[in-house]
């Protein structure tokens, strides 16, 4: 049971170290600390991702600002609780990690796969460009009775299908972590910059028994990527 929760969730993503390590926790005696990672976009441009990585992986190891590795782990989510409210933390959890000798190392640099289960309305929009988007929010299993909870992105056709999901349904989807920085005014008046995290879908399954239906009309609602943000990385 556990081996089968453990491949619900599975993300690679390689590319540059740019920022030190930090102390993260403590569980049970083992530290883990965070970095973020710089993974390249086939556009040019580049996704900055967090890792949580236990100590234990990096004994011998000495982690740098501008290394190149590799990471294999899980996407995980968890809250957090300031004075601006709750937030879900993402972050991709090491399982292992590789170091590369350098970025002509690096092959698809980006990729995750999910399977877990609709667990709130998804909500169809289109860009101020006319690009349809359909948000999920997805509830994977993991062992000792946790689960994480993920956003996830569907374009174009998928997004006409995925508004057709409901509460419940299972899904597996395939895609790519990426991040996105958004605008927030806070009470003060004073304006931030944050970053939200999202998986981004290239393919999509249902699972069996689920048999969504087509709505006769799609919901005219044009709200913009930078209104949905209280999932982010502070």
Not at 156 to 181: C, H, M, P, Y
Request: aromatic share 10%.
């Amino acid at each position: 049971m556990v081996a089968n929760l453990m491949e619900n969730n599975v993300v690679t993503i390689s590319g540059k170290v740019i920022t030190d390590i930090e102390f993260s926790h403590e569980v049970y005696g083992e530290g883990f600390y965070n970095f973020t990672l710089e993974v390249p976009r086939l556009s040019e441009s580049c996704d900055r991702i967090v890792v949580t990585i236990s100590e234990r992986l990096l004994v011998g190891k000495k982690l740098e600002v501008g290394q190149y590795v590799e990471i294999e782990g899980q996407f995980r989510s968890y809250n957090s609780y300031s004075n601006e409210g709750n937030k879900l933390i993402l972050t991709v959890f090491a399982r292992e990690i590789t170091f590369l000798e350098d970025e002509k190392k690096i092959k698809n640099p980006n990729q995750i796969y999910l399977n877990g289960y609709i667990c709130k309305k998804p909500v169809y929009r289109t860009t101020p460009f006319g690009r349809e988007i359909t948000d999920l929010l997805l509830a994977v299993n993991r062992p000792y009775n946790k689960s994480d909870y993920i956003p996830c992105i569907a374009w174009g056709r998928n997004a006409r299908f995925s508004e057709t999901l409901q509460v419940g349904d299972n899904i597996k989807v395939w895609g790519r972590v990426q991040s996105r920085e958004y605008q927030k005014k806070l009470p003060s008046g004073e304006v931030v910059t944050k970053i939200a995290y999202e998986v981004s879908i290239s393919k999509m399954e249902v699972g069996p028994g689920n048999r969504p239906t087509q709505r006769d009309k799609k919901p005219k609602e044009t709200e913009k990527p930078e209104d949905k943000n209280e999932i982010c990385q502070a």
